[in-house]
């Protein structure tokens, strides 16, 4: 497994897609569908770093039923990570690369880009904001569209698709968290 892990991070892969960093930047470029969803967490600085840190080293996505591998233990820009669902052989993998990250008094957060192979292309954020009243929330950002065949056939059922999994991480998240 560590080579294999190794070998996510040692294998030159170019993104997918040329507008690298929009989801921190913005605004979300044009010929993509736009995914924005924010979902209340919880509240206080307790809450705020266990979603943070559930965030970005990836036992959000685990706990919400995909496998990831990744090339380091955090989110950190340059970090190659694999997020894969299914059973068997018929496991969709999505092999991304962490474009920018934020650990921040009030925000933490990443995004990754697809790498060839994916079934989409584009970028997706996951950021945890702490606001003035205490409230944290969960936003997802992303813009996307389809890159391999079967994507494509799905059509509408792709962003539905996204859209209900960036919901689950927020249920997932909010129980992590609060826990």
């Known amino acids: 497994m560590t080579r294999l892990i190794r070998s996510l991070s040692d294998t030159p892969a170019a993104l997918t897609y040329p507008e690298r960093g929009a989801t921190l930047s913005g605004p979300l470029p044009t010929g993509y569908t736009h995914l924005h ?5 919880g509240h206080g600085p307790a809450v705020f770093a266990a979603a943070g840190e ?4 990836w036992r959000m996505h685990r706990a919400s039923g995909t496998r990831v591998r990744a090339g ?8 190659r990570v694999e997020v894969s669902a299914g059973p ?3 496991r969709l993998r999505a092999p991304c690369e962490v474009i920018w990250a934020r650990y921040e008094d009030r925000r933490t957060g990443f ?6 192979g994916h079934p989409e292309c584009g970028e997706e954020s996951f950021v945890v904001d702490l606001h003035d009243d205490g409230s944290v929330w969960f ?3 992303a813009f996307s569209r389809p890159a391999r065949w079967y994507s494509r056939l799905g059509g509408p059922v792709g962003p ?8 689950r991480l927020g249920r997932t998240l909010e129980r992590l968290a609060t826990d």
């Open 37 to 41: 969803l924010t979902v209340p967490v």
């Open 111 to 116: 995004a990754y880009g697809t790498l060839d």
């Open 88 to 90: 068997g052989p018929l």
């Open 160 to 167: 539905a698709l996204q859209h209900a999994y960036a919901r």
């Open 139 to 141: 936003t997802v950002t």
């Open 72 to 79: 380091a233990p955090r989110a950190e820009p340059g970090v």
């Open 54 to 57: 559930a965030v970005t080293g």
